[in-house]
């Protein structure tokens, strides 16, 4: 990742709202949001509040969006988001693994993989 991609995904974080409406997409997962349940669970915001949110957010790369019928489905952008992780964790250690340790642990996902099911 760019400096420049990295300074223009941290700024679009840097607003209460756009984090909460990542957080909210990365809970989601890969099937994503209708823009309507997006405004639902961040307390019935404004169809023009939201729309210059997650418009901000495409444009940062984090999110994009996809056309369901007559809705729009966002999701968030799960490499875009590893990549800036990334970019803030490439000059960690130093040769000191010990220094990364606590970040690396917080960046283990709590999610299991599903066993696959026998039919």
Known sequence: MEESQALAAFAALSQETRLRIVRLLVQGGPEGMAAGAIGEALGGA?????????????????????R???????????????????FLMQDCCQGHPEICAPAVAALNCACAPTPARKA
């Open 68 to 86: 369901d019928g007559r809705f729009i489905i966002y999701s968030a952008v799960y490499p875009a988001l590893a990549e800036l992780v990334g």
């Open 46 to 66: 404004t169809t023009s509040r939201l729309s210059f949110h997650l418009t901000h957010l495409e444009h940062s790369g984090l999110v994009q969006s996809r």
